[in-house]
């Protein structure tokens, strides 16, 4: 079944640039999402990208997509300490049309001053 | 505009007791649907629902139920508690669209003693 893989933890330090990773198993997938979690609230989407494109920059983020690995980063440059939450990578699971997202198991940033 | 609303925020279940966990959503959106969040296995899907009437199961479907009697609300129900469904509950919705983003209400914190 559809399965999308995140490592638990980054930690990084003020001003520094933070990579979070993700790999996916459904090829099928048109679009692919980053949402961010803050402590006691829900997921907010942070930005996504569709899957004919290699790479997105929003400001500070950058999405690069390799198709052929089914493997989707998430760049944050100059990360600040209000960067510190959990980051679930997710796409959608088929058939698309019923709205399902495949989460992640979510990364949590931790940035240190 | 509210947006999701999850209620409660906050609840303690023995173990055998049943319950009622409520969303609604005044977005107008088709597609909702409730999630648990587990430390290191992030959001897996309970129920989803693409509109009113219409429901079906997700990844952890057994020991919760659903029904979808307007677009407006989803109403998750623990038929019999147990203490492997503490958990934090995430309703969210979307609309129709692949891209579309979901939003997710603050969170229900149960506890099954």
């Known amino acids: 079944g559809e399965d999308v893989e995140q490592s638990l933890f980054l930690s990084v330090r003020e001003g520094d640039s933070s990579v979070i990773n993700c790999t996916y198993t459904d090829s099928s997938s048109t679009y692919l999402y980053w949402y961010k979690q803050e402590p006691g609230a829900g997921l907010q989407l942070l930005t996504y990208i569709f899957s004919n494109m290699d790479m997105k920059q929003d400001q500070r983020l950058t999405v690069l997509l390799n198709k052929k690995d089914k493997h989707l980063s998430l760049r944050i440059a100059d990360t600040q300490t209000g960067d510190s939450a959990i980051y679930f990578c997710?796409?959608?699971?088929?058939?698309?049309?019923?709205?399902?997202?495949?989460f992640g198991q979510g990364t949590t940033l931790q940035v240190k001053p | 505009n509210a947006g999701v609303t999850q209620t409660p925020k906050f609840q303690v279940l023995k173990t055998g007791q049943s319950m009622t966990l409520q969303c609604a959503q005044d977005m107008n959106h088709e597609y909702m649907s409730w999630y648990r969040q587990d430390p290191g296995m992030g959001l897996r899907l309970i129920h989803y629902s693409v509109g009113a009437g219409i429901t079906d199961q997700g990844e952890v479907p057994n020991g919760y139920n659903v029904s979808r009697s307007t677009t407006e609300d989803f109403p998750l129900r623990l038929l019999s508690a147990a203490p492997s469904q503490t958990s934090v509950y995430f309703c969210a919705s979307r609309q129709q669209g692949a891209k579309d983003e979901a939003f997710f209400g603050q969170g229900t914190r149960l506890t099954v003693v």
């Open positions: 997710a796409e959608t699971a088929p058939p698309s049309n019923t709205g399902k997202l495949i």
